[in-house]
């Protein structure tokens, strides 16, 4: 069962290098954290593209590391003089990179959803994760009852909070306005969910 992640991201600008086959691409970092990276780009990669990623800590050392793309941020042009935009980039553990390579069925799909403020995180948990479910906006189409990692980043207190989940229902892609898209989610252990969750409700 997984583990509950406490990351501290800080706030790092470091050079790096990527791409999905060389490492053709370079640029800066805005955060890292043991688990993730955010690079400050204009040219975003796919979401779930795989990345090989050269992170250098100082000048002359680097450590090479594997991760997917799992968020976009966008900034407007007038505001990109206060706020850049880029992608957020998880980083694979040795088993997962493993486990690909080997071509076995044990990695389990990751998604992840992002919450800037205790606010908004309250909201989400009053909607959805007091009932032990989620909502993950998503083309990918995964069968049902098939168990996926769900991990909620809490921005507001620099947490991470890791769950598992089986897919309760599909929405595939649609034609016309206000179309669903995604992976309805059922927390597989409602109560070590709540017990997880509810520490960081705190007051808005």
């Given amino acids: 069962m997984a583990d509950k992640r406490q990351q501290r991201r800080i ?19 805005g955060d890292v954290s043991t688990t993730g990276l955010f690079i400050i780009s204009s040219s975003l990669p796919r ?26 941020k966008l900034v407007p042009a007038e505001l990109r003089t206060l706020e850049r935009g880029g992608f957020g980039v998880r980083l694979l553990s040795p088993r997962e990179v493993l486990t690909s390579a080997l071509d076995q069925e044990l ?3 990751h998604f992840e959803l992002n919450y800037r403020t205790r606010a908004a995180f309250q909201q989400a948990y009053e909607r959805e994760f007091r009932m032990g479910a989620a909502f993950v906006s998503t083309t990918q189409q995964l069968p049902r009852d098939m168990h996926v990692v769900l991990s ?21 892609p649609q034609e016309g306005p206000g179309a669903v898209v995604g ?13 997880l969750l509810r520490p960081w409700l705190g007051q808005a």
């Fill in 11 to 29: 706030k790092r600008r470091l050079m790096v290098k990527y791409g999905e086959r060389e490492l053709t691409q370079s640029g800066f970092t």
């Fill in 47 to 72: 979401l779930d593209t795989r990345l090989h990623i050269q992170l250098f800590v100082e000048p002359e050392r680097c450590v090479f590391f594997e991760g997917e793309v799992r968020r976009h």
């Fill in 107 to 109: 990695r389990v799909p």
């Fill in 152 to 172: 909620l980043v809490l921005e507001f207190s620099g947490q991470v909070v890791e769950l598992e989940a089986q897919v309760a229902q599909v929405f595939p």
């Fill in 183 to 195: 992976l309805a989610l059922l927390f597989t252990d409602r109560a070590r969910a709540e017990t």
